[in-house]
């Protein structure tokens, strides 16, 4: 079946700094990946569309200028957190379509970010 | 509307026993509805998935309900065990690689013995 890997796992790091995150289809191109965001015990938020090679559209309330998203290629987004402060921390997910015959979409298996 | 309304919130079923959970959305484009399970610190991982042509679909102890006049799809979980314990979340999309996947607000499920 469809694999997205995410990269890092589990990230620490200081307020002020920025943070990439790497989302990568393993077995299928994917023109669209998808960005979430999880708080605990609560529903993946959606941030962001990814499109490769052009820009990425944001949802309402998501800041462009501290979230970036780069989707140079069908097997690679990354999501750049800028800046980070401590209200930044959270859970990341990844996502893509597969468009193949299931059509189902395929998660990554999260960031937890941590801005200390 | 894009929303996606589940129900419950928690839900507490003994071993053995079958766990249901709700689901209603409203917008009549959606044609693909999938089912996840996620484990605390996980992505979520698809369960099992419909599409508006059948009224229900069975794979293993997992088997969704459709309807689609009354706009609802649930989830039973038959012969329930303690390794079933995560969060549940439907969601629903249109067609196309590019549609995003709206989801449910999720359902915590424990198992208990």
């Known amino acids: 079946g469809a694999v997205v890997s995410q990269h890092p796992s589990r990230v620490i790091c200081k307020s002020g700094t920025s943070v990439k995150i790497e989302c990568r289809s393993l077995?299928?191109?994917?023109?669209?990946m998808f960005w979430y965001r999880q708080f605990p015990k609560q529903s993946l938020m959606l941030m962001a569309t990814?499109?490769?090679?052009?820009?990425?559209?944001?949802e309402q309330g998501v800041e462009k200028d501290k979230f970036l998203i780069n989707h140079a290629s069908l097997t690679l987004s990354t999501l750049t957190v800028t800046s980070a402060h401590p209200e930044d921390s959270s859970f990341y997910i990844c996502?893509?379509?597969?468009?193949?015959?299931?059509?189902?979409?395929?998660f990554g298996s999260g960031t937890r970010l941590t801005v200390v | 509307q894009q929303q996606v309304k589940q129900s419950p919130q928690s839900l507490i079923v003994q071993k053995g026993g079958i766990s249901i959970i709700n689901c209603a959305y409203e917008n009549t484009a959606f044609d693909y509805f999938p089912w996840y399970q996620q484990f605390p610190g996980k992505g979520p991982a698809l369960l099992i998935a419909?599409?508006?042509?059948?009224s229900e679909k069975k794979e293993g102890r997992f088997t969704i309900s459709f309807n689609k006049s009354a706009k609802q799809f649930s989830l039973h979980i038959m012969d329930s065990q303690p390794g079933d314990s995560a969060t549940y979340f439907c969601?629903?999309?249109?067609?196309?690689?590019?549609?995003?996947?709206?989801f449910g607000t999720g359902t915590r499920l424990q198992v208990t013995l």
């Open positions: 996502s893509a379509r597969d468009a193949g015959p299931g059509g189902g979409y395929t």
């Open positions: 419909i599409r508006p042509d059948v």
């Open positions: 969601a629903a999309s249109r067609a196309g690689t590019a549609s995003k996947l709206t």
């Open positions: 990814s499109n490769e090679g052009s820009k990425a559209t944001y």
């Open positions: 077995d299928f191109q994917a023109t669209t």
